[in-house]
């Protein structure tokens, strides 16, 4: 760089006294004005790190102020390089997704041009006002349900998913068109979810309300006829599912099961989370429904293997339109797929994320994709056994699908617009393919794809 570059770019912003960033600015080729934190930085902050990073939220430091910020620059560089931050595992050359957290190459490129450069606070009047968080409901409660008492949580180590029925016994059916989930504790609640629970369902038969089971709790039961009416992950907000004239059903006579994923915070303290929802005024067009996916509950997973391949299947039996993709794996899980092959001989790739077991994070399509009869849906899943998996209890275990965490599971929870008179929406699925074999020695895999393909 030559002196003249530095004294054109310190003419430009009026000081020389910021030789750093003058520098990086230089090496960018830009003569612009130096990146401060005031005038660039913190506003990617507000809109894409707060929601998380405040007082209160699950992220493990505030980055509202530049003296809070300042000392986390290089992990803040190194996490947004790596894209680790914010929290996305979909790959974005598969589908788009109105929920998309990811930061643009832009924002990138200047939160590291700050990094590098000074690291500098500017001038205080380039600063924005700070952002006012939404605290209280993000929509106006119809109906609020609450855990009917506090759940205990332990101070420090691993608390496993836990779920807690709430007896509400719906007196009515219900059409739900929007749905918000609000931690008690919002330090301890990474996410959470909350399912219908259907009149009938064998789902936590003998559970007693209001006490929190572990997922792996015999008492749990099978949870296929599941619907999720709900969801929270730090800044998600209230969710809207009157998006195509469509709304969530609730049969008369449910009950609500809150899903937990808490985090220990060094502390003993409790939660008490809550639930509120907004009725439809007329009874919808589409019926939003959420089913289990294509699940590989024949899966074998050999010893020590760091990449087994999983593969499972569902045949779609009459025409729906597919909204939202959750992938489910446990510790082991390395990444998912979802590919369709649709009647017509045509295949197409339309989900592809990695996985890590505590965000469990969904995505949202921006537009349904319609998925004639006959369609497969077919999930596609890599596992790491070996001992390089930080994670894993047991690298020496053949692995089984199985409720604990040191089992395994792969399915994709999904959302479909169906005919709201369709009495059991379950039947649009049917298990196909892959997911039919008996359990081998490995897979299944891929290459059992075609072999099963035959209709
Ligand atoms: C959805 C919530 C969420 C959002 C949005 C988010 N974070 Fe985080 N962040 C977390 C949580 C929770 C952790 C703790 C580790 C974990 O659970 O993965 C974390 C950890 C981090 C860490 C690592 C801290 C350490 O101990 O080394 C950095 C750095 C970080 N976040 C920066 C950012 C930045 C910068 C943004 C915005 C560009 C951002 N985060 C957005 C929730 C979030």
């Known amino acids: 760089?030559?002196?003249?570059?530095?004294?054109?770019?310190?003419?430009?912003v009026g000081t020389v006294a910021m030789a750093p960033s003058m520098r990086a600015t230089a090496q960018e080729g830009s003569a612009t004005a130096i990146v401060t934190f005031n005038k660039d930085v913190l506003p990617i902050l507000q809109k894409n790190c707060q929601t998380c990073h405040r007082p209160g939220e699950v992220a493990p430091m505030s980055l509202l102020t530049y003296q809070e910020v300042r000392p986390w620059a290089k992990a803040i560089k190194g996490?947004?390089?790596s894209r680790t931050m914010p929290p996305w595992f979909a790959d974005p050359a598969y589908g788009h997704f109105t929920n998309d957290m990811r930061l643009s190459d832009a924002d990138i490129k200047t939160l590291v041009a700050w990094i590098d450069g000074?690291?500098?606070?500017?001038?205080?009047?380039?600063?924005p006002a700070p952002v006012t968080f939404v605290e209280g409901w993000g929509l106006e409660p119809e109906m609020v349900i609450e855990m009917p008492q506090d759940i205990h949580l332990k101070a420090t180590g691993t608390i496993n998913y836990q779920n807690i029925l709430v007896k509400v016994n719906f007196p009515e059916d219900r059409w739900v068109v929007a749905a918000d989930l609000r931690?008690?504790?919002?330090?301890?609640?990474?996410?959470?979810?909350?399912?219908?629970?259907?009149?009938?369902?064998?789902?936590?038969?003998?559970?007693?309300?209001?006490?929190?089971?572990?997922?792996?709790?015999p008492v749990n039961g099978p949870g296929n006829?599941?619907?999720?009416?709900g969801k929270f992950n730090p800044g998600l907000g209230a969710q809207d599912f009157s998006r195509y004239e469509s709304a969530k059903f609730v049969p008369k006579g449910s009950d609500v099961v809150f899903n937990m994923h808490y985090t220990a915070t060094g502390k003993e303290t409790t939660d008490r989370s809550r639930l509120a929802l907004v009725f439809a005024k007329h009874?919808?067009?589409?019926?939003?429904f959420v089913n289990v996916g294509p699940q590989a509950l024949n899966l074998v997973i050999p010893a020590g293997d760091r990449n087994a391949q999983i593969v499972s299947e569902m045949t779609v039996t009459a025409d729906t339109q597919l909204v939202y993709m959750q992938p489910h794996m446990h510790v082991r899980g390395k990444d998912y797929e979802v590919r369709l092959f649709f009647p017509s001989g045509e295949s197409k790739t339309i989900f592809k994320a990695k996985w890590d077991f505590n965000w469990q994070q969904g995505v949202d399509l921006d537009k349904p994709?319609?998925?004639?009869?006959?369609?497969r849906i077919v999930g596609i899943a890599h596992f790491n056994n070996s001992a390089e998996n930080k994670s894993n209890p047991d690298p020496t275990k053949v692995v089984l699908w199985g409720p604990q965490n040191w089992d395994e599971m792969q399915n994709c929870f999904m959302g479909f617009l169906v005919d709201p008179g369709m009495k059991d929406?379950?039947?649009l699925f049917k298990v196909s393919g892959p997911s039919l074999l008996p359990k081998g020695t490995f897979g299944p895999t891929l290459a059992t794809l075609s072999l099963t393909a035959q209709q």
């Open 425 to 427: 929406p379950t039947k």
């Open 79 to 81: 996490a947004v390089v």
């Open 118 to 127: 000074s690291a500098s606070e500017g001038n205080a009047k380039d600063k």
């Open 1 to 12: 760089m030559s002196w003249k570059t530095v004294a054109l770019v310190g003419f430009l």
């Open 183 to 217: 931690p008690g504790n919002a330090q301890v609640v990474h996410h959470m979810r909350a399912n219908i629970r259907p009149p009938g369902s064998a789902f936590m038969k003998g559970a007693v309300p209001g006490v929190a089971y572990d997922t792996a709790d």
């Open 369 to 375: 994709i319609p998925l004639p009869a006959g369609t």
């Open 225 to 229: 006829d599941l619907d999720l009416l």
């Open 283 to 288: 009874p919808p067009k589409l019926r939003y």
